[in-house]
């Protein structure tokens, strides 16, 4: 069984950055694999923000485009979201997911996994204007 911990969330002002972690127990990983940052708030869907895959290709949603960045560290077997310029748009709830299949950003649809198997807890992030 794989467990996701997120951490990193926190409140800053617009403009400011953090830096989210994903840290895996167990390895999530396979030729195929998918890795996404998905956010939620309150009463909405949940959003697609970035994925990476076996290959390292990435992914964006367009209203993070430029200014989030994701990565992997297999031998920290941790994922990140760096997140740059941040917005008060971007407050939410980020989540940490892999599974098999990156799907691309495509409109306004951010991208996904076409199968998840693992999710975080999920960590707060807060952009005050």
């Known amino acids: 069984q794989v467990h996701l911990v997120e951490s990193g969330g926190g409140s800053v002002q617009s403009g400011g950055s953090l830096r989210l972690s994903c840290t895996a127990s167990g390895s999530p990983y396979s030729n195929s694999y998918c890795g996404t940052w998905v956010r939620q708030l309150p009463g909405k869907e949940r959003e697609g923000v970035a994925g990476i895959d076996a290959d390292g290709d990435t992914s964006y949603a367009e209203s993070v485009k430029g200014r989030f960045t994701i990565s992997q560290d297999y031998a920290k077997n941790t994922m990140y979201l760096q997140m740059d310029n941040l917005k008060p748009e971007d407050t939410a709830m980020y989540y940490c997911?892999?599974?098999?299949?990156?799907?691309?950003?495509?409109?306004?649809?951010?991208?996904?996994?076409?199968?998840?198997?693992?999710w975080g807890q999920g960590t707060q992030v807060t952009v005050s204007s």
């Open positions: 997911s892999y599974g098999r299949f990156l799907r691309r950003a495509q409109g306004a649809d951010g991208p996904g996994c076409y199968q998840y198997h693992y």
